[in-house]
C-alpha cells in the first residue's frame, strides 16, 4: 500500500504565507503525477495545482502568482508554498500521487488525509 501524510496546514492572516509538504511512503516504484487539491465548506473539492513528472506544473487560475508547488523525487514529496493568501483560500488542503507500484503495473491515485489551511481577514 501507499500512504501519504500531509504537514504544515494552520491558522494565518489574510497576505501571509504558509508552507505545506506531503510525503509518499510505502510500495512505489514511480509517481507519474502530484499534486494539491482543497475543499472549502459546503463546496467541491477543486485542484489547486499539479506538478507531473519532468514537466512544468499547473495550475488554478485562482491561485496563479501566489502558490508554487515543486517536488523532490527522491523523498516523493510534493510542496505547496502558499504566498499572499486570501480568506478564500481557507479549506482542507488534500495532496495526491498517481503511483505505479510495479514496472508495468497499473497506476492508482493516492489521496492524503487533508489538512486544514485558514486564512482570517
Known amino acids: 500500500q501507499v500512504q501519504l501524510v500531509e504537514s504544515g496546514g494552520g491558522l494565518v492572516q489574510a497576505v501571509g504565507s504558509l508552507s505545506l509538504s506531503c510525503a509518499a511512503s510505502?510500495?512505489?516504484?514511480?509517481?507519474?503525477?502530484m499534486g494539491w487539491y482543497r475543499q472549502a465548506p459546503g463546496k467541491q473539492r477543486e485542484l489547486v495545482a499539479t506538478?507531473?513528472?519532468?514537466?512544468?506544473?499547473n495550475y488554478a487560475d485562482s491561485v496563479k502568482g501566489r502558490f508554487t508547488i515543486s517536488r523532490d523525487n527522491v523523498k516523493n514529496t510534493v510542496y505547496l508554498q502558499m504566498n499572499s493568501l486570501k480568506v478564500e483560500d481557507t479549506g482542507v488542503y488534500y495532496c495526491?500521487?498517481?503511483?505505479?507500484?510495479?514496472?508495468?503495473?497499473?497506476?492508482?491515485?493516492?489521496w492524503g488525509q487533508g489538512t486544514q489551511v485558514t486564512v482570517s481577514s
Open positions: 506538478i507531473p513528472t519532468g514537466s512544468s506544473p
Open positions: 510505502g510500495r512505489i516504484f514511480s509517481i507519474n503525477v
Open positions: 495526491n500521487a498517481d503511483v505505479r507500484q510495479a514496472d508495468t503495473g497499473p497506476v492508482f491515485r493516492y
